[in-house]
């Protein structure tokens, strides 16, 4: 179990290192002894985080023992990374699009102002229609099969445009490759794979970016004649019909040296200390030694909301808990839990839009055969995390696994949530089917213990850290022969664990479990809870949009950005 620690563990392993001597409780007191208009320039960006903030996230002595001196010195040095990085993009946007636009949300928040002014809709040249789309953390996905290029188009010479604001402007974007055996292309970590892509854009290739960037309808001769040494433009438009929300990207390719791409970068990785982080969100998984090197892996440690979503950035988790019980039709019972898989990362993708890892495990199977293969893939975008494990059962009858439950929780830091006067009794959990929720203090209530363990829609962890909106599920197939449940338990022992259960009894040759994760910006208040933020977040899954790329045809991307033939990658991975 993890707990965090003071400056006595801290002192103990790296007397000489940076590392801040207060407790965890002890820094709100600090913060809430800040004027409100002092946190509110934090929140804003005009000020520098306190000091009273780091390090963000401390680590119990075996934790630490595990790492050597200088790993944890790189820790605190990334640590320090991310308010920088927020600052370094808070001048980027502020020099494109004015004083107090600081990102994304800021820009969303100005553009919806925008929209509620009955002259917005003055069409003026160059543009054709406005933009009308109210989304802030959706991530578009198109495939690059669905582009009619005249011509091969290398991805170097892609670029993406949007007009907003007056003005067009290069948007970020990533293409991650797939290999004619539609096999990822991970380009770093130990098993990457970067020979398999070709560097064109093509075919299973996935084109991803932030449709908040979206801008104003255009004539595509405009923006061919705005780009010198163009040589396609596809525009690709972003609607949800019910609500009328629509808004366009240029899709631009070029011969010889193509413009600039855009210098916003919405996510950072420090896969050697395994931290990743956005303008909005912060997380760290736990990392281990593979021979010389440090491999991050898929056990997340940390997870903070950043001042500008109106968060507090302290830890407030404690630890994430992974189980899979099996019972395979010949040989006994077995069980691992988080301790026992490996899920180092094998290799990833780091890129301006989003974060692509991949992680590859095996059910130890007590007679060493037939063992099922799972392959867990995490996309990390500016808002959201997902996490899919999708896996292959034995293609043997008598080998096949017969009964499968598998679950994935966390437990709140008791020693933050209950022993400080500031934050106790304000964090709570919510879900779909309760709105009012409980509060976590240890205790579990006559509500709580009545709680309906089917799984609700979505759960949200909500205080002054910040809010977290968690959901879960598996593909349609799997799902007419599992059943998909829910825990709580509050009390002394596991604060605040939640559990999201899938069980299944039948042999399923192949299926995957998905869980996600979304920050909620400014849910969370001291009279009431801002709903229709949610709703924002909800928007993304529950009024999915669709895309048009020219006159084609409407593409909905499904719910998983890619499920993996494991058939045909398992044998490209090692398995320990």
Request: with cysteine; hydrophobic share 40%.
């Given at each position: 179990m993890r707990k965090k620690t003071g400056i006595i563990i801290a002192l103990f392993f790296f007397i000489s290192l940076p590392i801040f001597a207060l407790d965890d409780a002890e820094r709100l007191k600090i913060l809430k002894a800040t004027p409100d208009q002092e946190w509110k320039r934090v929140e804003q960006g005009t000020k520098a985080w306190p000091e009273e903030l780091f390090p963000l996230s401390t680590w119990t002595d075996k934790e630490l023992a595990k790492m050597p001196p200088e790993f944890w010195a790189k820790v605190r040095k990334a640590e320090k990374e991310w308010p920088l990085y927020i600052q370094r993009l808070g001048d980027l946007y502020e020099k494109e699009f004015g004083p107090g636009i600081k990102n994304g949300y800021d820009l969303f928040l100005l553009e919806q102002a925008q929209m509620r002014d009955p002259k917005y809709f003055e069409a003026s040249d160059p543009i054709k229609i406005k933009k009308t789309l109210k989304r802030l953390g959706d991530v578009a996905y198109l495939p690059g099969k669905n582009f009619n290029f005249t011509e091969t188009s290398q991805i170097e010479s892609v670029r993406l445009y949007a007009y907003s604001q007056g003005k067009l402007r290069p948007i970020p974007f990533d293409i991650v490759e797939f290999s004619k055996e539609g096999q990822v292309v991970l380009t770093s970590g130990p098993e990457a794979n970067s020979k398999d892509g070709d560097g064109i854009f093509n075919g299973g290739d996935l084109l991803f970016f932030m449709v908040a960037d979206a801008g104003h309808k255009l004539d595509k001769s405009y923006v061919k004649n705005q780009l010198p040494g163009s040589t396609g433009v596809y525009e690709i438009e972003i609607s949800y019909s019910k609500e009328y929300e629509r808004g366009w990207v240029y899709l631009t390719t070029f011969s010889g040296r193509a413009p600039a791409r855009s210098p916003i970068d919405y996510t950072k990785f420090y896969p050697e200390v395994g931290i990743s982080f956005s303008p909005f969100t912060y997380a760290q998984c736990e990392c281990r030694k593979v021979g010389s090197k440090t491999?991050?892996?898929?056990?997340?440690?940390?997870?903070?909301?950043?001042?500008?979503?109106?968060?507090v950035p302290i830890d407030v988790h404690n630890s994430i808990s992974i189980s899979l019980v099996a019972i395979p039709a010949v040989g006994k019972k077995i069980e691992h839990n988080e301790s026992e898989f490996d899920l180092s990362f094998r290799a990833w993708y780091e890129?301006?839009?989003i974060d692509y890892r991949r992680a590859t495990w095996k059910i130890k199977y007590t007679l060493g055969a037939?063992?099922?293969?799972?392959?867990?893939?995490?996309?990390?975008?500016?808002?959201?995390?997902?996490?899919?494990?999708?896996?292959?059962n034995s293609p043997y009858p008598e080998w096949a696994v017969k009964y499968i439950e598998m679950s994935f929780g966390e437990d709140m830091n008791k020693r933050v949530l209950l022993n400080n006067d500031i934050l106790k009794s304000t964090a709570k959990f919510i879900s779909s089917a309760d709105r009012e929720g409980v509060i976590i203090d240890g205790v579990m209530s006559e509500k709580e213990k009545k709680w309906d363990k089917s799984l609700k829609s979505w759960y949200l962890l909500t205080g002054i850290p910040g809010t977290i909106l968690m959901k879960s599920g598996c593909d349609p197939a799997t799902a007419k022969n599992a059943t998909l449940g829910f825990d709580w338990q509050d009390d002394m022992e596991h604060l605040g664990f939640s559990k999201h259960i899938m069980i299944l009894r039948d042999k399923t040759r192949t299926g995957y479990f998905y869980m996600e994760w979304a920050a909620v910006p400014r849910f969370w208040t001291p009279t009431k809870f801002r709903w229709e933020n949610l709703d924002l977040v909800l928007k993304r899954t529950d009024k999915p949009l669709t895309y048009r790329i020219d006159d084609g045809s409407d593409i909905v991307p499904g719910k998983c950005i890619h499920i993996p033939d494991i058939m045909k990658v398992k044998k490209k991975y090692r398995y320990n």
């Open positions: 491999v991050p892996t898929g056990n997340i440690q940390t997870m903070l909301g950043s001042p500008s979503m109106g968060a890129g301006n839009v037939g063992s099922s293969t799972t392959v867990t893939d995490a996309v990390i975008t500016p808002f959201f995390a997902f996490n899919c494990s999708a896996w292959y």
